[in-house]
Structure formats: structure tokens, C-alpha cells
């Protein structure tokens, strides 16, 4: 297989029979990685079908109500004020792509941003914005590719890597914007110190739903050739990444799935894992990371 980055060969195997540790699907995925600029890819990479059938119902950017909600919208609220230099007027169109229960959507209406519109492949999402002038649109970009637009930006929060073409939706996304606008998104870092650390456990292969991961090398180098004049790559400080591979270790060994996919222990041990999380940033190495293209 070649890697669709670079195109030389995905010749090198990285992780094999790599389970779903968050949700216990009875599948395995195994991945390999390009020797040339390091893109971490699944092989053979899933079809679209497939892929939509991985995402179960208590999948945890779906969950609209407790615990797990309720940190996600802690999260979203502090990722808007972050991101918050990155995005244009609050006039301005901005399409979160991928955005699941829809927090990081209602974290910027509370904002003043007044011209939203989300985009996911589950129907029963939008019920989510019931009440609020923000637009929702089911659709699955595995099959079309058609983001309406332009935006002013639009936003993905770890939502890249579980296409089965990241070069294609973000090409799409690229044709989307109007002049000036840019493509903000989040994605794991497979050059990160917890991937090291914690090899097939690592939160950020998420298998079977993550399909190609990208470190800052072969991110910048994907935006080269798509076309964007500008990269800007920020390491991010992410203990949730810590916790959740720890979870993945421990649940090798237990079997059983815990429920929306996160343990209690998880959430527990989420404040002894910033240390971690802040040295890996430090040596420019996090586990996550966020670009801005323009």
C-alpha cells in the first residue's frame, strides 16, 4: 500500500491486532507506517460501511447527558476561548466538521458566534440543537463530499483521522472556505512521547475508527500539497490522551468494555497524568496537537 501523502510505501509494521479497548468491538486492526514521512495508516484501511458500522451508540463525542457530558462540555468551553484568536468575526460562517453531541458548537453560540452550522453522520444528533439557531446537516463524507459554504472557517476537534480519505475531506474543506478563511484542527500526534510510551495502547490509534494518524511532519507536508499557503502547528498539553491509553493497558487485561467508553478510574486519575502531559509538550512532543491552514 502506498501512503497517500507522500507516496512511497507503507512498509513498515508498527502495531498488529490492535483491539478496540474503549468500546469492545470484535475487530482488530493493524497498522503501518510510511518510511519515508511517517504517516501511521490502518491496513488494509476500512471501507465506508465498514467504518460507519464501528461507532456504537454510547459512542463518547455522541453522549448528550452525564458525567461524560458534562467533562466534554467542560473541554469544548475551554478549547472555544482557546482556539478563540484562530476563528474570524463572530459574524462570520464557521462549520465545526464532525461534531458529535454538538458541545463545541454550543461552547461558541455562548460566545456570540452567531452564524453555526455542525455537520456529523448521525441523524438523531441534530436533536441536539432543537431550540438554537444552529444548523445541523447529517452526512457522511466517506460517500459525499459536498460541505455547502463557503465558511469563514471550519473546525475539526479529532475528527480527521476517521475518514477513510483525510486527503479527500480535507481538500474538500479546503474548496469550502471562502478566500482567507482556514481550517482549524486537532488531531493525535503520533511523534508524541505517550505513543512511545505506550506503543499499541496509545488512546491515538482508537481502533478500529482511526484510519491514518499524522505526526507535524506529514501534516504540514499534507496541507503542502493540498494546496494551503500556510501551516501553523501548535503541540497541545493533553493529559485525557495519558489516561486513556493507561485505561486501554488495564482493559487488555480485564476484557470488558467500560460504558461511553471511559472507566470512573479514568476520570479519577485524569489530574495524576498532567505531569506527564506537560513534560511531552515541553519536549515538543504532545500527545495531540492543532494546526490552523489558510
Not at 470484535?26 to 503501518?32: Q, R, T, Y
Not at 485505561?247 to 505531569?275: D, E, F, H
Amino acid at each position: 500500500m502506498l501512503c497517500p501523502v507522500c507516496g512511497a510505501e507503507l512498509s513498515l509494521r508498527v502495531h498488529r491486532q490492535v483491539r478496540d479497548f474503549e468500546h469492545g468491538l470484535p475487530v482488530a486492526a493493524d497498522f503501518d507506517a510510511c518510511a519515508s514521512c511517517g504517516l501511521l495508516a490502518q491496513v488494509p484501511p476500512p471501507t465506508a460501511a465498514a467504518l460507519a458500522a464501528y461507532y456504537p451508540t454510547d459512542y463518547r463525542p455522541h453522549v448528550t447527558a452525564g458525567l461524560v457530558a458534562r467533562l466534554k462540555g467542560i473541554q469544548a468551553s475551554r478549547q472555544a476561548a482557546k482556539l478563540a484568536r484562530h476563528l474570524p468575526a463572530k459574524s462570520e460562517p464557521i462549520l465545526e466538521l464532525g461534531c458529535g453531541a454538538g458541545q463545541f458548537l454550543h461552547a461558541l453560540r455562548r460566545r456570540g458566534y452567531t452564524d453555526l452550522t455542525g455537520i456529523d453522520r448521525v441523524p438523531e444528533l441534530g436533536r441536539g440543537f432543537a431550540g438554537t439557531d444552529i444548523r445541523y446537516r447529517a452526512l457522511d463524507l466517506d460517500q459525499t463530499l459536498d460541505l455547502g459554504g463557503p465558511y469563514a472557517a471550519i473546525v475539526m476537534n479529532y475528527v480527521i483521522e476517521h475518514f477513510v480519505s483525510p486527503e479527500a475531506v480535507l481538500g474538500a474543506c479546503r474548496a469550502a472556505l471562502r478566500p482567507g478563511g482556514r481550517v482549524i484542527l486537532l488531531t493525535p500526534n503520533t511523534a508524541s512521547l505517550s505513543h512511545q510510551w505506550f506503543g499499541r495502547y496509545w488512546s491515538g490509534l482508537h481502533a478500529p475508527r482511526h484510519t491514518q494518524l499524522f505526526s507535524p511532519k506529514n501534516l504540514r507536508l499534507l496541507a503542502d500539497k493540498l494546496g494551503f499557503a500556510g501551516v501553523e502547528l501548535v503541540s497541545v498539553t493533553d493529559p485525557a490522551s495519558w489516561t486513556l491509553s493507561f485505561q486501554n493497558l488495564v482493559q487488555a487485561r480485564r476484557g470488558a468494555a467500560p460504558r461511553a467508553g471511559t472507566a470512573w478510574y479514568s476520570l479519577a486519575l485524569l489530574p495524576a497524568w498532567m505531569p506527564f502531559a506537560l513534560v511531552e509538550r515541553a519536549l515538543g512532543r504532545g500527545s495531540s496537537m492543532y494546526a490552523v491552514l489558510g
